[in-house]
């Protein structure tokens, strides 16, 4: 076998063999030679290249998302490091652990005016779960900072970073490794206990009890537990696109339901206790509603972290949703109430009105997700993009069987394309990734990969700029509003689809629409990329009235 002559190198690949860490995403450079070479040559990693660092990364984090272990991602010294952060920061917000490491220079290079070299250390320590800052040498200092980052990524399931400093020659190999790292135990943490009794009685006494779900894994929480909330008419259980629940009595299309109330209504549908777990909530218009108008107690169940997003958190069940449920449930009973018939009415209502608007709306952003959801195939997986996409996938139900994933940690438009294809890589399965235009083009790099599977496909709905800020409060149509907000634009990816070798096809009415979507799915032979090409001038006006159609 073919080792880096450099130890110190030597001792973070031996190092993550031995965690078991296998998949490796390099960003190509020099300073980070040594690595390179001891990855690419040991058939244990399996590795992958990807020449912009900022999609490198999110890649990466896709890999992370869907194997549920750390991503390494690799990279030379200077500025390619900080093109990283976005995913960092969406890898801490969204609890996924990924691992960077970073080639430097030795400390005595560092500020006196060396070529692509910055102040490394700790660059990402406002998101970081710990930043092993190495010394050239190898050492047993060194070895232990690489597993702690390493533990840590997987404890606490978020971004670590190890910097590793790398003196010239930095090609040069050997067939005999000059290290042999201790390797240490991984400590793992357990939930904790407590007793749930004074909280069961107030789940016994309240007759207005709301559960929300945020960013939540598939097949996470047993059925049982799921039934016995729907089943409660004390509770009302509100869920979106991403918390990958299903069940009839679930209200799934939360500002359909809330965006027309009253302020009566409101009053009505306030919580006494409200139950959140997950991760980050969509929806801007429950936040506001729990904003304003706050239950008596908000709990939060997560074995790691819990946001006061509302501003009213009163307790955090430091534990795993089933575990809780499990002991909480033992001390709890049905309680009766006219809450959940109350939500179950507004529903039907809603879905009423919903039906009679969509069967009269021209073809539109709105027409388009009302369209393609409904033919995703059984058992794919769905990745959508930030901004608009998820937005209108709130408003549709979503076969039960079909997994859903967005960036939500940090909500940005930057890598949604790099993440969706490094999770179709990490999980298998057939994948359509929904798109729209501003923040296709901003990861078009996502595309200069040469590991998209060919199973999978892209729809992207161009509506000529960022729509979503026509819809938004302030919206005039001017030159500056449509030049730094929307970033009107008459581009296509037809080029991009070309240059990069995807299947291309096109939509822009309803008959195009679906046989453009049988097309789409039924072509395996490479990736495929659908454009949809929806009215700029009129998307928002359609949105807008839907939501006034449903009072």
């Known amino acids: 076998m073919i080792y880096p002559k450099i130890p110190l190198a030597q001792s973070i690949i031996e190092i993550l063999r031995a965690k078991n860490i296998s998949n490796i995403v390099i960003s190509p450079g020099s300073r980070n030679a040594p690595l390179i070479i001891g990855f690419g040559n040991d058939p244990f990693f399996t590795c992958y290249s990807i020449a912009d660092e900022r999609s490198a990364a999110f890649f990466a984090l896709g890999i992370a998302q869907q194997i549920k272990k750390p991503v390494v991602v690799v990279c030379t010294s200077g500025s390619a490091l900080l093109n990283y952060y976005p995913a960092f920061a969406e890898a801490f917000y969204s609890q996924i652990p990924l691992l960077v490491i970073s080639a430097d220079r030795p400390q005595s290079k560092i500020d006196i005016g060396d070529g692509q070299t910055i102040r490394q250390e700790n660059v990402f320590a406002n998101h970081s779960l710990f930043n092993a800052n190495l010394s050239e040498e190898a050492s047993e200092n060194n070895d232990n900072l690489i597993q702690e980052a390493i533990n840590m990524a997987f404890a606490k399931r978020g971004p670590v970073h190890i910097n590793a400093p790398f003196e010239e020659p930095l090609y040069e190999t050997t067939t005999e490794l ?47 537990y799921l039934d016995l909330l729907a089943n409660d008419p004390s509770v009302v259980v509100l869920i979106e696109t991403t918390s ?113 608007y969509l069967a009269k709306i021209p073809f539109s952003d709105l027409k388009v997700f009302e369209k393609i959801l409904p033919v995703i195939p059984y058992d794919y ?111 296509t990816a037809e080029h991009l689809a070309k240059m990069y070798g995807l299947n291309y096809l096109t939509a822009s009415n309803e008959d195009t629409l679906e046989k453009s979507l049988k097309d789409l799915i039924s072509q395996d032979d490479k990736p495929t990329l659908l454009e949809v090409f929806t009215p700029t001038l009129e998307n928002d006006k359609i949105l807008l009235n839907y939501f006034k159609a449903l009072e």
Not at 191 to 207: C, F, H, I, P, V
Not at 414 to 435: M, Q, R
């Open 244 to 356: 990958n629940l299903h069940h009839p009595r679930f209200i799934n299309t939360i500002d359909s339901i809330i965006t027309p109330f009253t302020e009566k209504d409101f009053l009505e549908f306030q919580p006494e206790i409200l139950i959140t777990f997950g991760g980050m909530i969509v929806s801007k218009r429950i936040k506001a509603f729990l904003r304003k108008y706050q239950p008596q107690n908000h709990w939060h169940i997560d074995d790691l972290r819990a946001y006061d997003t509302f501003g009213c958190l009163t307790k955090h069940f430091v534990m795993q949703p089933n575990n809780f449920f499990q002991s909480f449930f033992q001390l709890t009973h049905v309680v009766e109430s006219t809450y959940n018939k109350l939500a179950q009415d507004i529903k039907a209502y809603r879905q009423n009105k919903s039906a009679e």
């Open 381 to 491: 997986q769905l990745h959508i993009s930030n901004s608009s996409p998820i937005r209108y996938a709130q408003l549709f139900d979503i076969e039960k069987s079909i997994e859903v994933f967005s960036n939500r940690g940090t909500s940005g438009i930057d890598g949604s394309t790099s993440t969706a294809i490094g999770a179709a890589l990490g999980n298998k399965k057939p994948c359509v990734f929904i798109a729209g235009d501003i923040g296709f083009l901003y990861d078009s790099n996502a595309l200069w990969n040469n590991y998209i599977p060919n199973n999978f496909k892209i729809i992207l709905i161009n509506n000529g700029g960022g729509g979503i800020f026509r819809i938004l409060p302030g919206h005039k149509e001017t030159p500056v509003f449509n030049t730094f907000f929307e970033t009107s634009h008459c581009l």
């Open 178 to 224: 000059s290290v042999k790292p201790k390797i240490n135990a991984f400590e793992s943490t357990t939930s904790s206990s407590e007793d749930l009794t004074s909280y069961a009685s107030l789940w016994n006494s309240g007759k207005k009890k709301l559960v929300l779900v945020g960013v939540n894994e598939p097949n996470a929480i047993e059925q049982h």
